[in-house]
T-cell receptor
Framework: DTGVSQDPRHKITKRGQNVTFRCDPISEHNRLYWYRQTLGQGPEFLTYFQNEAQLEKSRLLSDRFSAERPKGSFSTLEIQRTEQGDSAMYLC????????????FGQGTRLTVV | DAKTTQPNSMESNEEEPVHLPCNHSTISGTDYIHWYRQLPSQGPEYVIHGLTSNVNNRMASLAIAEDRKSSTLILHRATLRDAAVYYCILRDVNQGGKLIFGQGTELSVKP
C-alpha cells in the first residue's frame, strides 16, 4: 500500500466548468476526510465519511460541492459551476476507525480556475 | 471546535533542539493532542500525538503540561529538512476524529 493517492495532481479549468477529483485511501481505512487549503492558510475541513456514509459536512461545502464514497472505498469530490474562489489545494486524508491513531494525507489536487 | 494557539513563526539553527509551543486552554477530556507538519507543496504529515503523558517517537517528542492546557513539540536536532509549517491540533474522539487546523508555526532552519 503506497498511502493515500489523489488524482489528478493538478487541474486547470475555466470558470463555470465542472470538475471531479478522486481520492484512494489506504485500504482498510474506514474514515475518509476532504480538506481545502488556500495559500498561506491551514487546511479547512470540508466533509468526512465513515465507510460509505457521509457523516458531516462543513458550512464551507456549498451546494455546488458534492462528495461520494460508493462502497466505502475511493471517494470523489465534484465541484459544479466552478468559480475563481474555488482555486485551492484539495486534500484527502484517511484513518482507521479508532480515534487513537493518526490520519494520513494525500499529496492533494491543485485546482486553478481561470 | 477546540482551538489552539501557536506562534506564527520560529527560527532554529541546524543540529540544535527546537521547542515548538502550543496553547489549548479549552481542551476537553476527550481531545487528543496531535501534531502534523507540512512541507511546501505537500500534504500534511503526521508527527506525533498524545493524551496525557509525554510521548516519544523517531521523529520528535511531545511534552504535555499536567493540566493539558499546553504542549510542546520537541525536535531534538533540527535539520534543514525539518523546515515546514507545524500544526498543533486537538482531535476530538466524539467528533468523528476530524482534524481542525489552525495557522500553524512556520519553522525555518538555518545552516
Amino acid at each position: 500500500d503506497t498511502g493515500v493517492s489523489q488524482d489528478p495532481r493538478h487541474k486547470i479549468t475555466k470558470r463555470g466548468q465542472n470538475v471531479t477529483f478522486r481520492c484512494d485511501p489506504i485500504s482498510e481505512h474506514n474514515r475518509l476526510y476532504w480538506y481545502r487549503q488556500t495559500l498561506g492558510q491551514g487546511p479547512e475541513f470540508l466533509t468526512y465519511f465513515q465507510n460509505e456514509a457521509q457523516l458531516e459536512k462543513s458550512r464551507l461545502l456549498s451546494d455546488r460541492f458534492s462528495a461520494e464514497r460508493p462502497k466505502g472505498s475511493f471517494s470523489t469530490l465534484e465541484i459544479q459551476r466552478t468559480e475563481q474562489g474555488d482555486s485551492a489545494m484539495y486534500l484527502c486524508a484517511s484513518s482507521e476507525m479508532s480515534d487513537y491513531t493518526e490520519a494520513f494525507f494525500g499529496q492533494g489536487t491543485r485546482l486553478t480556475v481561470v | 471546535d477546540a482551538k489552539t494557539t501557536q506562534p506564527n513563526s520560529m527560527e532554529s539553527n541546524e543540529e540544535e533542539p527546537v521547542h515548538l509551543p502550543c496553547n489549548h486552554s479549552t481542551i476537553s477530556g476527550t481531545d487528543y493532542i496531535h501534531w502534523y507538519r507540512q512541507l511546501p507543496s505537500q500534504g500534511p504529515e503526521y508527527v506525533i500525538h498524545g493524551l496525557t503523558s509525554n510521548v516519544n517517537n523517531r521523529m520528535a517528542s511531545l511534552a504535555i503540561a499536567e493540566d493539558r492546557k499546553s504542549s510542546t513539540l520537541i525536535l531534538h536536532r533540527a535539520t534543514l529538512r525539518d523546515a515546514a509549517v507545524y500544526y498543533c491540533i486537538l482531535r476530538d474522539v466524539n467528533q468523528g476524529g476530524k482534524l481542525i487546523f489552525g495557522q500553524g508555526t512556520e519553522l525555518s532552519v538555518k545552516p
